[in-house]
């Protein structure tokens, strides 16, 4: 495996390990974005045994001791597994999560005490970049849920939102990334499907966002908050359609 290195918006890398054992024959890449600052912050800490993948990756843009901030969508595995190994090699770095997350996770399990995000606040790394942490609960799993935007350029920090399989560009202009997020959804069934779970991704469309940073899958640059209604009305399509079937098996 190696890990690529993309500047997927001004001042924002994407660190890309695609793993063709996962979902064969197309593969899954796993990414982590780094949003340069005064006080760099990490999003999505990747998997514990590619921690020296990314390490050494993340070192080709600034020492990794260089960390101040490392963040997530929720807690598993691939979204903060490696998040101890980042504390060690960065000394003044420092977890931000959501209240939820932090108070049923990391409190326990961060090797150095988080900071709590409240739902809306910012975070100014400096050099013009700032992150915003929304809640997202449930969307698209996870009690602990939620999402970064950075002000500046525009980009949706967007986690597990829009996930698809393959080896893809690391920055797509336009195009359909709402078909094959329904084909992941539809091999992997990895949402939490809810009544709220529209009206939250429609509420990141708000923030009309111009790139969307995808864990799995390419980054988007474009109309971010028709990609978000489109995948918000997908959703509610599911949630109908899960209802549905309850109904009819009581």
């Not at 929720?74 to 108070?103: I, K, S």
């Not at 995000?117 to 969307?139: C, F, M, Q, S």
Request: hydrophobic share 45%.
């Amino acid at each position: 495996m190696q890990t690529k290195i993309d500047e997927i918006a001004d001042g924002i890398y994407r660190l890309s390990t695609f793993v063709p054992e996962i979902a064969p024959p197309a593969g899954f890449a796993f990414n982590q974005f780094l949003v340069l600052g005064d006080e760099p912050l990490m999003f999505h800490t990747g998997l514990r045994k590619m921690f020296p993948l990314n390490r050494d990756a993340l070192a080709r843009i600034i020492p990794p001791e260089k960390l101040r901030w490392i963040a997530f969508g929720h807690y598993e595995a691939d979204e903060c597994g490696a998040m101890n190994e980042w504390l060690a090699v960065a000394p003044n770095a420092q977890v931000a999560h959501g209240q939820t997350g932090v108070m049923v996770s990391l409190n326990d399990m961060a090797d150095r005490t988080p900071r709590i995000l409240a739902n809306g606040e910012t975070i100014d790394l400096g050099g013009g970049k700032r992150v915003r942490y929304i809640d997202t609960p449930h969307t698209p799993h996870g009690w602990d849920a939620g999402v970064m935007y950075e002000e500046s350029t525009g980009t949706l920090l967007s986690g597990d939102l829009f996930t698809q399989l393959g080896d893809n560009p690391a920055l797509i202009h336009g195009g359909d990334i709402v078909g094959p997020a329904m084909a992941a959804e539809n091999l992997f069934k990895y949402s939490a499907l809810n009544p709220d779970m529209g009206s939250t991704i429609r509420n990141l469309a708000k923030l009309a966002p111009k790139t969307l940073a995808l864990m799995h899958g390419p980054s988007f640059a474009g109309d971010g908050a028709a990609a978000l209604t489109a995948l918000a009305s997908e959703y509610d399509r599911l949630t109908a359609s899960h209802r549905a079937m309850l109904a009819e098996a009581a």
